[in-house]
């Protein structure tokens, strides 16, 4: 199950704190809304890690601080294991530090626990949608601060050359051969080559299963 709410599909939520009354208020306001089909709820990174590797979780909502470790590392992990499931960012912590941490790990958003809670909610649709989402008090600095730091792809993507990145993504997009040969200046024989390579590394068959594996792991655009 993947996160498509833009196609109409519900999806479960995850909530993981360790503060009962932060689940239970969260879980009152995402249970009646139409794209929830479900909320589980996790207290630990143990938890959370666990419940995501087994159940059909579309978006997850992750505090920083939880009493067995890290957030962060859990957002890694579950990302790594899990592609297409969602992570938000729903802690205290506003250290630009930590948020870059978060969104290099894989979160697709990250926002303040003292946000009203209707901006919560729609946080978590729209990073359950595929969007990204920082909150009104974190710094579009961040996102600068990301572009100028080498960004860590998840295997098997990690594999590739940037430029066979940059053709993967245009792929992802919908582009044929012809309009990524035009838009990097490169012969369409030199894009079928490079394609063929990337999916080699892949361990896919064809365009569509390429695409399909990149769009999962938000490599698009």
């Given at each position: 199950?993947?996160?498509?709410?833009?196609?109409?599909?519900?999806?479960?939520?995850?909530?993981?704190?360790?503060?009962p009354?932060?689940?239970r208020?969260?879980?009152?306001?995402?249970?009646?809304?139409?794209?929830?089909?479900?909320?589980?709820?996790?207290?630990?990174?143990?938890?959370?890690?666990?419940?995501?590797?087994?159940?059909?979780?579309?978006?997850?909502?992750?505090?920083?601080?939880?009493?067995?470790?890290?957030?962060?590392?859990?957002?890694?992990?579950?990302?790594q294991?899990?592609?297409?499931?969602?992570?938000?960012?729903?802690?205290?912590?506003?250290?630009?530090?930590?948020?870059?941490?978060?969104?290099?790990?894989g979160?697709?958003?990250?926002?303040?626990?003292?946000?009203?809670?209707?901006?919560?909610?729609?946080?978590?649709?729209?990073?359950?949608?595929?969007?990204?989402?920082?909150?009104?008090?974190?710094?579009?600095?961040?996102?600068?601060?990301?572009?100028?730091?080498?960004?860590?792809?998840?295997?098997?993507?990690?594999?590739?050359?940037?430029?066979?990145?940059?053709?993967?993504?245009?792929?992802?997009?919908?582009?044929?051969?012809?309009?990524?040969?035009?838009?990097f200046?490169?012969?369409e024989?030199?894009?079928?080559?490079?394609?063929?390579?990337?999916?080699?590394k892949?361990?896919?068959?064809?365009?569509v299963?390429?695409?399909?594996?990149?769009?999962d792991?938000g490599?698009?655009?």
């Amino acid at each position: 199950m993947t996160a498509e709410v833009a196609r109409g599909g519900a999806v479960r939520v995850l909530i993981v704190d360790d503060h009962p009354v932060v689940r239970r208020g969260l879980r009152t306001m995402l249970e009646g809304e139409p794209w929830v089909d479900g909320v589980l709820e996790a207290a630990t990174c143990a938890e959370a890690v666990g419940i995501a590797s087994t159940e059909p979780v579309g978006v997850v909502a992750m505090d920083v601080a939880l009493p067995d470790g890290d957030g962060v590392e859990a957002t890694r992990r579950i990302v790594q294991g899990r592609p297409e499931t969602r992570v938000l960012m729903v802690t205290m912590t506003d250290d630009e530090d930590v948020v870059g941490r978060a969104l290099r790990a894989g979160a697709r958003g990250y926002v303040l626990k003292d946000t009203d809670p209707d901006v919560i909610v729609d946080a978590l649709r729209t990073v359950a949608g595929g969007g990204l989402v920082l909150g009104p008090r974190v710094g579009p600095q961040v996102l600068t601060s990301l572009r100028r730091q080498p960004v860590e792809l998840p295997p098997p993507f990690d594999r590739l050359t940037p430029r066979e990145r940059d053709i993967l993504r245009r792929l992802a997009g919908g582009d044929t051969n012809a309009r990524i040969a035009r838009h990097f200046g490169l012969s369409e024989k030199t894009v079928r080559n490079q394609l063929s390579a990337v999916f080699a590394k892949l361990g896919v068959a064809d365009r569509v299963q390429a695409a399909l594996l990149a769009r999962d792991a938000g490599l698009t655009g």
